[in-house]
């Protein structure tokens, strides 16, 4: 599944209803930015995550790895599309470092980002993380 045309709306808007419901989990004390992501898994299943801040804060970890490495303990191989919530005026995409994660499971599948607004993003991992490194570099 490369485009988000691909999806089924209603699924889509189930992916987007989970990182919504997990972004209100988010333990952000410090930048009070609140992110929330959902990965739709090879076996149909919707996996989200929070972000989670620490007082130390280099250790924090973005709602995307968070939804992506539960999803593995989930029994997940691949995934078929990732959506992010954030409560902002404007949608957010994953940063750098989620995306190579990401890119981990994937090499060009559906990422959007929906914020408060309603406003939708719709791109594709190979379009945030181009010409990537991953796991077939390796073979
Ligand atoms: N954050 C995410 O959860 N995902 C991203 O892709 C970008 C940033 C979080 C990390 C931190 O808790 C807060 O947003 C501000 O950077």
Redesign the pocket.
């Known amino acids: 599944m490369s485009s988000v045309s691909d999806l089924p709306e209603a699924l889509l808007g189930e992916l987007i209803a989970a990182a919504r419901k997990a972004s209100e989990r988010a333990h ?1 004390p410090y ?1 009070r ?1 609140r ?1 929330g992501a959902a990965v739709l898994t090879n076996d149909g299943r919707i996996v989200a995550g929070c ?1 989670v ?1 620490n007082a130390s804060y280099g250790l ?1 970890i ?3 790895r968070n939804a992506v490495f539960a999803a593995v303990h989930q029994g997940m191989t691949s995934l078929h599309a990732v959506a992010i919530f954030t409560p902002t005026g404007e949608p ?1 995409t ?2 750098g470092a ?1 995306r190579q994660v990401l890119r981990e499971f994937a090499r060009d599948v559906p990422v959007v980002s929906e914020c408060a607004s309603g406003v939708r993003l719709h791109r594709t991992l190979g379009m945030l993380l181009p010409d990537s490194f991953g796991p077939e570099s390796l073979a």
């Open positions: 952000c930048s930015f992110v972000n801040e924090t973005c709602a995307e957010v994953p940063c989620c």
